[in-house]
């Protein structure tokens, strides 16, 4: 960024060495998409607020916070590429001791714009708040939506290792050919990433940060090289950062001040290539193995 520009309220643009930009602005959510043309957006993913009084957020009753959330929705759907994805991470609302699932309560509003659900998808972690009185959370859902029946979906990009790699036919016809794909399988609709808690390497301010790992295989499945991928709960910027990491544009907005900051940082770092992310393809640290079964 050039030296003495104003920061606060500034539009941020950055180019990364895939000639992809970062386009970030301390702003309100519904006032930064306005100023941006329709169909743009080939994916929106977010991890809006939930409503549960976190430092960030400012709790509300649940029909307020419901409307408030439809009118983001349907913003969002005016932005969408015919072609493009909505990924809306969301937990669960808790009062009093009861849960009420987000994903639920917020599904009609995508489906009143005609939104087609693909996937609900399960993100597993091991690590958050111990409950007395339930049992602990360990996973969140990804609605994953799509505008029609036309959408961007590159399985290959995203497989993983497959189970039984050289697995083959023992029937004819194909007997001896192999009986799986051998760039791998299907990762499936549970995800299993580290959430960012006190010793992961990406962890900074906010409280509630999503794994870099968990957008990249988003933007890698339903976006191409030089699309256009939008956050409007920007937080700290992380799904920005995926984006510009493979060559997509990111677009995102935070009304928080200091999480735009942090994000401007993060991507500082990333334009030189100081930035320290989670590889998609590292395991799960497991104590019983050797080094946690880390390479």
Not at 42 to 71: C, F, M
Not at 229 to 245: E, K, L, N, Q, Y
Request: aromatic share 8%; with cysteine; glycine share 8%.
């Amino acid at each position: 960024m050039t030296a003495g520009l104003e920061r606060k309220n500034q539009l941020a643009v950055f180019r990364s060495e895939f000639a992809a930009e970062a386009n970030i602005d301390c702003r309100d959510n519904l006032d930064f998409m306005a100023a941006l043309p329709g169909e743009s957006m080939k994916l929106i993913v977010t991890s809006p607020p939930y409503n549960i009084g976190k430092s960030y957020e400012r709790r509300s009753p649940i029909d307020r916070y419901v409307r408030e959330q439809e009118r983001v929705i349907a913003e969002c759907v005016r932005l969408l590429h015919p072609e493009g994805s909505v990924c809306w991470q969301t937990g669960n609302h808790v009062r009093n001791g009861e849960i009420l699932p987000l994903d639920i309560v917020l599904h009609e509003a995508f489906r009143q714009h005609g939104l087609k659900l693909r996937n609900r998808i399960i993100w597993h972690f091991e690590h958050g708040l111990h409950c007395s009185k339930r049992l602990s959370g360990r996973y969140e859902t990804i609605m994953w939506y799509t505008k029609g029946d036309n959408y961007t979906f590159n399985l290959d990009s995203i497989r993983v290792p497959s189970k039984y790699p050289n697995k083959k036919y023992h029937k004819v016809p194909k007997r001896g050919e192999l009986s799986c794909n051998p760039m791998g399988k299907n990762p499936g609709d549970l995800w299993i990433f580290p959430n960012v808690k006190h010793n992961h390497l990406e962890k900074t301010i906010h409280p509630c940060q999503f794994p870099v790992e968990l957008v990249e295989r988003l933007v890698l499945a339903l976006t191409n090289p030089g699309d256009r991928v939008f956050d409007p709960f920007m937080g700290v910027g992380t799904t920005v950062i995926a984006a510009v990491m493979h060559g997509r544009s990111g677009y995102g907005c935070e009304i928080a001040p200091e999480y735009v900051e942090v994000a401007r940082q993060r991507l500082d770092l990333l334009r030189s290539g100081a930035l320290k992310t989670r590889p998609m393809d590292r395991p799960v640290y497991d104590p019983a193995l050797p080094n946690g079964g880390l390479k």
